[in-house]
């Protein structure tokens, strides 16, 4: 007689669906839902509502809102004083990004420097950037009038100054020298932890084989901060291109359109004209100016940056 064996199959294990890596993916999924929640609603919504806006026509007062199609782009490509707005918003941002980079990496340099009280001045210089704009700009509204305190230390050394916010030229120079002197602390500190984040070695090793300082700052300094550079300049040129409150409280865009800027004209066209649609599109406009320009730096950034060769 023969005995057949069977064999049974083992019991299946019940498929957990909680398992740790779905837990885990939760977990990450919750951390970044209000961040997520705060983009899709303060960003996004917001240029989808724009781009809508600048295809109508809104009349807050008369209480219209019609569709115009193209008619707000087409206006744009006609506007007499876009070309005036886009040359002040070119210069102003110009100067404005070269003197403050410059000073902030200066003062940075000489700040770095290992002496009694430099905490103090390192705090004199960062002070600005967290006293409040409109105060900041009102002060310098007063010291920039024809009998203010400017003019008043000129006098004093013999020399008669201008009306600074009634001349085209001295009113685009005085609102850059504010701008950089309320933000250029913070590109300081900015430049100042880079700075002493480079290694001594390296400057130990160039003063051994005889390289000036001068050499030492151009083939050492500027490649081990140029991650710095590029932040900092992108966060320059995107700041000079917001820049509203200054305009509006030293000069509302004048002598004539000298010192309007594009966000100044936008502000003019939306709330002042009551031309929303428009101002809609001059919002585009500047959306996209600064996307090229955010995404050219970006792009550069295999030239500027040593460790992206």
Not at 194 to 212: C, F, M, N, T, W
Request: hydrophobic share 55%; net charge positive.
């Amino acid at each position: 007689m023969t005995v057949v064996a069977t064999h049974s199959d083992p019991p299946r294990r019940k498929r957990v669906f909680w398992t740790m890596d779905r837990r885990d993916s939760l977990v990450g999924y919750l951390f970044i839902a209000p961040q997520v929640l705060g983009i899709c609603i303060f960003v996004l919504l917001p240029l989808v509502l724009v781009f809508w806006y600048s295809l109508h026509e809104w009349n807050v007062l008369a209480r219209t809102f019609r569709f115009t199609g193209t008619q707000n782009y087409q206006r744009l490509l006609s506007d007499p004083g876009l070309v005036k707005v886009l040359g002040a918003t070119g210069i102003f941002s110009v100067f404005l990004v070269v003197f403050n980079m410059s000073l902030a990496l200066l003062l940075a340099v000489l700040l770095n420097q290992k002496l009694r009280g430099i905490t103090i001045f390192r705090t004199l210089f960062f002070s600005p950037v967290v006293v409040s704009l409109v105060a900041w700009t009102i002060v310098w509204s007063f010291l920039l009038q024809s009998n203010g305190g400017l003019n008043g230390i000129l006098q004093v050394i013999g020399i008669e100054g201008p009306n600074w916010l009634r001349n085209p030229t001295t009113a685009m120079i005085s609102v850059v020298v504010v701008q950089v002197f309320k933000n250029v602390g913070l590109n300081m500190i900015l430049f100042l932890a880079a700075l002493q984040g480079v290694p001594k070695e390296l400057y130990e090793a160039a003063r051994v084989d005889g390289i000036p300082a001068f050499a030492q700052f151009r083939r050492i300094t500027l490649p081990m901060i140029s991650p710095t550079v590029l932040l900092t300049s992108i966060i320059t040129i995107v700041g000079s291109l917001q820049v509203f409150a200054q305009i509006a409280v030293l000069t509302k865009g004048g002598p004539g359109m000298s010192t309007t800027v594009l966000v100044y004209y936008l502000y003019q066209q939306a709330f002042e004209f009551h031309k929303f649609g428009y101002g809609a599109t001059l919002s585009i406009l500047l959306f996209a100016i600064v996307a090229v320009l955010t995404f050219v730096q970006w792009q550069m950034r295999k030239r500027i940056v040593f460790y992206e060769k």
